[in-house]
């Protein structure tokens, strides 16, 4: 059975650092990752997919990075801006697709 | 951008009590979800649907829950007699078809509160 662990599990950061969140999960076998964002009381934002093909993806100061053979993810946010603050999710999709094995989540905070 | 859109945002009901939840999914998608988040764990995963039937679904949906697309734009998550344990935020999402490149695009999720 996948298991999908983030650490750290809460993470504070003054304005302007650049920051790494990271995901691990157990079974490689994995068709492709997501990375979401997800703010109080609302829905899930996908932010970045990667697929198990590939090695990283980038998405403005967003990139995020893929070891398959090792079952780790990392999500590199360059320059955190206030607006950042929110739970950053890791999710991985299984061999038939069909649906997204979730991780515990970081709850990022950053501070002025 | 297209968006897919959850009714009610807040839900409040009886234990026993039936509730049904609604979706409308982005319209040119295909595969469609339920997802629920139990307060301060993991988004789990229900169930999936894809040309109107259940193509996966985890031990969570039992008989008491049930999904329907009653016509081409809504799809409902039906529980039939609630429990104080089925309170949690569900969430549906869809995607146009289920690639390794496709993203998944979740609605803003119903808070259910089950007394």
């Known amino acids: 059975k996948q298991e999908v662990t983030q650490i750290p599990a809460a993470l504070s950061v003054p304005e302007g650092e650049n920051l790494v969140l990271n995901c691990s999960f157990t079974d490689s076998a994995i068709y492709n990752l997501q990375w979401f964002r997800q703010d109080p009381g609302k829905g899930l934002t996908s932010l970045l997919l990667?697929?198990?093909?590939?090695r990283e993806q980038t998405s403005g100061r967003l990139n995020a990075s893929l070891d398959k053979s090792s079952g780790r993810s990392t999500l590199y946010i360059a320059a955190s801006q206030p607006g950042d603050s929110a739970t950053y999710l890791c999710?991985?999709?299984?061999?038939?697709?069909?649906?997204?094995?979730f991780g515990t989540g970081t709850r990022l905070q950053v501070t002025l | 951008e297209p968006e897919v859109t959850q009714t009610p945002s807040h839900q409040v009901t009886q234990m026993g009590q039936e509730v049904i939840l609604r979706c409308v999914p982005i319209s040119n998608h295909l595969y469609f979800y339920w997802y629920r988040q139990i307060l301060g764990q993991k988004v789990e995963f229900l169930v999936s649907?894809?040309?109107?039937?259940?193509?996966?679904k985890s031990e969570i949906f039992d008989d008491q829950f049930s999904v329907e697309r009653p016509d081409g734009s809504n799809f409902t998550l039906k529980i039939r007699s609630t429990k104080l344990e089925d309170s949690a935020m569900y969430f549906c999402a869809s995607t146009t078809e289920r690639r390794a490149y496709e993203k998944l695009f979740f609605g803003s999720g119903t808070q259910l509160s089950v007394l």
């Open positions: 649907f894809y040309n109107n039937e259940i193509s996966e």
């Open positions: 990667i697929q198990s093909s590939q």
């Open positions: 999710a991985v999709t299984g061999g038939t697709a069909s649906k997204l094995t």
